[in-house]
Antibody
């Protein structure tokens, strides 16, 4: 059973950099899956931040792209998120998740079958 | 950018059928996934590839996707189904996109 566990500071100062790590257990990060970060502001919906493949290839949400860096450490079976120049609007529960891409003919998609328990990050001075 | 629109709330009586819609431009040409999230918990995948259920998801949860609307349907709704539900798809312009979420209330 794959498990994901987020870790990192729960408080970040405005204009600072948010840094989180997601440890993957029960499976290899070098499998044929993509690894994503998703966030959820208090009382609001889900927002996809970006994803990484074990090769280091990344894709980011265009609305956050200028501030986001996702990296992978295959030796530790984990991946990380850095979000720079944070403001109060970045206060959210941050989840890591495993993504599986699917395609058939012209149909294409991705689904997230394993999620971490989430970690609340508050931007607070 | 691509957007998915869901009704903010849906109410259903126990034992009845609940339908939650997810509207997006030609969403029927994409694969839709659905997630259930209960308060204080992480999202749980309940449907993928429009209508496939992961192991452990009851058969009373079903899905369809055609034209501009994807739909999650819960038959014989139970109190345990009360939760927030999110649709999700992939688009070349925005990559992964989630709908705004629908709060399902079982009255």
């Amino acid at each position: 059973q794959v498990q994901l566990q987020e870790s990192g500071p729960g408080l970040v100062k405005p204009s600072g950099t948010l840094s989180l790590t997601c440890a993957v257990s029960g499976g290899s990060i070098s499998s044929t899956h993509w690894w994503s970060w998703v966030r959820q502001p208090p009382g609001k919906g889900l927002e996809w931040i970006g994803e990484i493949y074990h090769s280091g290839s990344t894709n980011y949400n265009p609305s956050l792209k200028s501030r986001v860096t996702i990296s992978v450490d295959r030796s530790k079976n984990q991946f990380s998120l850095k979000l720079s120049s944070v403001t109060a609007a970045d206060t959210a529960v941050y989840y890591c998740a495993r993504g599986t891409y699917e395609s058939s003919g012209s149909y294409y998609g991705i689904y997230f079958d394993y999620w971490g328990q989430g970690t609340l990050v508050t931007v607070f001075s | 950018s691509y957007e998915l629109t869901q009704p903010p709330s849906v109410s259903v009586s126990p034992g009845q059928t609940a339908s939650i819609t997810c509207s997006g431009d030609k969403v029927g040409d994409k694969y839709a996934s659905w997630y259930q999230q209960k308060p204080g918990q992480s999202p749980v995948l309940v449907l993928y590839q429009d209508a496939k259920r992961p192991s452990g998801i009851p058969e009373r949860i079903s899905g369809s996707n055609s034209g501009n609307t994807a739909t999650l349907t819960i038959s014989g709704t139970q109190a345990m189904d009360e939760a927030d539900y999110y649709c999700q798809a992939w688009d070349s312009s925005t990559a992964v996109v989630f709908g705004g979420g629908t709060k399902l209330t079982v009255l």
